[in-house]
């Protein structure tokens, strides 16, 4: 008898896969799992096993997963990302000069600005679709700006991260391999125009810095700086845009925690890394396997593709004491930005965004409540977020 695999882009399993992965976490720790075969480990413990031995799972899994062959060249499949050892950390090294402590805080009053102007919008409006009018355009200003990227683009930004984060191995449908073909193409004319354009002129941006960088004694080519910033597009999007959407939709789906909040602000800080464990946006980051290897009682072989899922070490009752439960109180940290050489590079910046965002919300609101009963969800199994979340904003006394 042949069991149906788990297939992490169903829609049902999209709306709520906390239930699949407890399923997962008890009988099948280890599972082969569509889409692509990949080999799910779902257990707190073995996803860290995985995330800290990158000589037995190399990030190598990255570029297998994100070049299907139906796309054509992926600039997500040959990022850092996709790099171990060496490469990988001479590229980070570029990456932290933008997203170390020093030039994150640099850009909290910024932060701060558009956020109360973002509120101040939604007030006028009373109604709005929450994710377009504020969890989106303020991480895309941010990371835009820091960039140096034309402003008027900002919007494309999100659709292009979008569609780079839908990649499958087989194409959901011929529109959809339409489309993301399409955003490669669009990404890398726009990039490289902005590239030539920083060569004649020199500004003070991220693009500037990555012509200038040399990596053992030569210059980045035009290839690998295009790889390099549609990496910081779609991680420094996904990541904060669905961290935020996330924090609203929960948020309004608990007015409790809403007016607690508003009541001490300073438990702010403490309901993002609880939400970050509870509502993970980074939902399995993905290795490769260079030999046969057990984990879990389970036999994976070599040339494998291994998704460790994010989301379920989060919530592993061998972890978490009432793991289901959400918890300000909670001390143990999760793996919502991973571990390892791979830890997220912008944490700190996707952080700060959420933080001055609801910071500005609940000063300017006492409330907010959903318009819709039905939630959509976004295309990709490696990052979860609503796609469309029409909200009533409620002005604070």
């Known amino acids: 008898m042949t069991t149906q695999r788990l297939n992490f882009m169903d829609s049902g399993f999209r709306a709520n896969p906390y239930p699949s992965y407890a399923g997962l976490r008890r009988d099948q720790p280890v599972v082969q799992v569509d889409p692509g075969g990949f080999w799910a480990v779902s257990r707190y413990d073995d996803v860290v096993h995985v995330l800290r031995h990158p000589q037995r799972f190399t990030s190598h899994g990255f570029q297998v997963a994100w070049q299907p062959a139906w796309l054509g060249y992926s600039p997500m499949a040959h990022s850092m990302l996709a790099l171990d050892g060496g490469a990988h950390q001479r590229l980070r090294t570029l990456a932290?000069?933008?997203?170390?402590?020093?030039a994150v805080r640099r850009l909290e009053p910024r932060i701060r600005q558009l956020a109360a102007q973002m509120a101040e919008g939604l007030a006028v409006q009373g109604e709005a679709e929450a994710i377009s009018a504020f969890a989106m355009p303020l991480?895309?200003?941010?990371?835009?700006?820091?960039?140096?990227?034309?402003?008027s683009l900002h919007g494309r930004f999100k659709d292009w991260a979008d569609a780079m984060a839908s990649i499958t191995p087989e194409p959901l449908s011929e529109a959809h391999a339409a489309?993301?073909?399409?955003?490669?193409?669009?990404?890398?004319r726009y990039l490289t125009e902005v590239i030539d354009a920083r060569r004649r002129e020199p500004?003070?941006?991220?693009?500037?810095?990555?012509?200038?960088?040399?990596?053992?004694?030569?210059s980045l080519t035009d290839r690998e700086i295009i790889d390099f910033l549609v990496l910081m597009m779609v991680a420094g999007l996904e990541t904060a845009v669905h961290l935020l959407g996330n924090?609203?939709?929960f948020l309004a789906e608990n007015p409790d925690e809403l007016a607690r909040l508003r009541a001490e602000p300073l438990l702010i800080p403490r309901f993002i890394e609880e939400l970050l464990r509870y509502e993970s946006p980074v939902q399995c980051v993905l290795r490769f396997t260079t030999a046969e290897t057990k984990l879990a009682g389970v036999t994976i072989p070599r040339d494998a593709v291994v998704m460790a899922v994010i989301g379920?070490?989060?919530?592993?009752?061998?972890?978490?004491?009432?793991p289901e439960r959400f918890d300000l109180q909670r001390e143990q940290p999760s793996l919502a930005f991973g571990q390892g050489a791979h830890h997220c590079i912008g944490a700190m910046l996707a952080r700060?965004?959420?933080?001055?965002?609801?910071?500005a919300l609940l000063a300017r609101f006492q409330g907010f409540t959903r318009l819709s009963s039905e939630v959509p969800w976004n295309l990709s199994f490696a990052v979860r977020g609503p796609a469309c979340l029409p909200l009533r904003f409620m002005p604070a006394r």
Do not use: C, K, W
Request: aromatic share 2%; no cysteine; net charge negative.
């Open 96 to 102: 932290a000069r933008a997203f170390n402590g020093t």
């Open 139 to 151: 991480p895309t200003t941010v990371i835009g700006g820091l960039m140096g990227l034309d402003a």
């Open 179 to 188: 489309r993301v073909r399409a955003t490669v193409e669009e990404m890398t």
């Open 203 to 218: 500004a003070e941006d991220l693009v500037t810095d990555l012509v200038r960088a040399e990596v053992q004694g030569q």
């Open 247 to 249: 924090a609203l939709l």
């Open 312 to 322: 379920a070490a989060n919530r592993d009752e061998r972890r978490y004491s009432e």
């Open 352 to 359: 700060m965004e959420a933080h001055r965002g609801l910071e």
